[in-house]
C-alpha cells in the first residue's frame, strides 16, 4: 500500500487504521465512494465517516450508493456532495405506472382458452 494504489477499498474503520499505521495517504484521493451508505450508517460507521472526511483533500468526487435513502442519508449527502446528480433504479419485480395487472383464476385445462377470449376481446397491441 505504501508504494501507492489505483484502487483501495475498506471500511471507514478499516481505512482510518491504514492512516493511523502510515500504511496509506489520504491527501491524495481523487474519488471517494460510499457503497451502501444507508448499511454503513445503521451499523453506526457516521463518525468513522466524517472523520475519513476531514482527512481528505477538499477538492475530490464523491459518489454515494444507497438502496435507501432516509433523512440520515440525506443529510449526509447534502454535507459530502456538491451538485448532486440522482440516479434512482426502478425496484425489483414492481411494474411500470403504464402496465395494467389483472389476476384471473381458471383451471389449468382452460388458460388457453381463456387467453384467446382476453386477447379477442382486449383487442391489445402487446401481450407479454
Known amino acids: 500500500l505504501r508504494g501507492g494504489v489505483d484502487v483501495l477499498v475498506a471500511t471507514p474503520g478499516r481505512l482510518l487504521d491504514l492512516e493511523h499505521q502510515n500504511a496509506v495517504k489520504l491527501d491524495q484521493v481523487e474519488i471517494l465512494v460510499l457503497d451502501e451508505a444507508d448499511r454503513m450508517l445503521d451499523m453506526g460507521f457516521i463518525h468513522?465517516?466524517?472523520?475519513?472526511?476531514?482527512?481528505?483533500?477538499?477538492?475530490?468526487?464523491?459518489?454515494?450508493?444507497?438502496?435507501t435513502f432516509s433523512?440520515?442519508?440525506?443529510?449526509?449527502?447534502?454535507?459530502?456532495?456538491?451538485?448532486p446528480l440522482e440516479i434512482e433504479v426502478a425496484r425489483r419485480n414492481t411494474?411500470?405506472?403504464?402496465?395494467?395487472?389483472?389476476?384471473?383464476?381458471?383451471?389449468?385445462?382452460?388458460?388457453?382458452?381463456?387467453?384467446?377470449?382476453?386477447?379477442?376481446?382486449?383487442?391489445?397491441?402487446?401481450?407479454?
Do not use: C, Y
Open 71 to 83: 433523512d440520515d442519508i440525506k443529510a449526509l449527502a447534502e454535507k459530502l456532495l456538491h451538485n
Open 95 to 128: 411494474a411500470s405506472d403504464q402496465v395494467t395487472q389483472h389476476v384471473h383464476f381458471v383451471d389449468k385445462k382452460r388458460k388457453r382458452e381463456l387467453l384467446s377470449h382476453m386477447i379477442g376481446k382486449g383487442n391489445w397491441q402487446q401481450v407479454l
Open 48 to 67: 468513522d465517516i466524517r472523520r475519513v472526511l476531514t482527512k481528505l483533500p477538499a477538492k475530490r468526487q464523491n459518489l454515494l450508493f444507497s438502496a
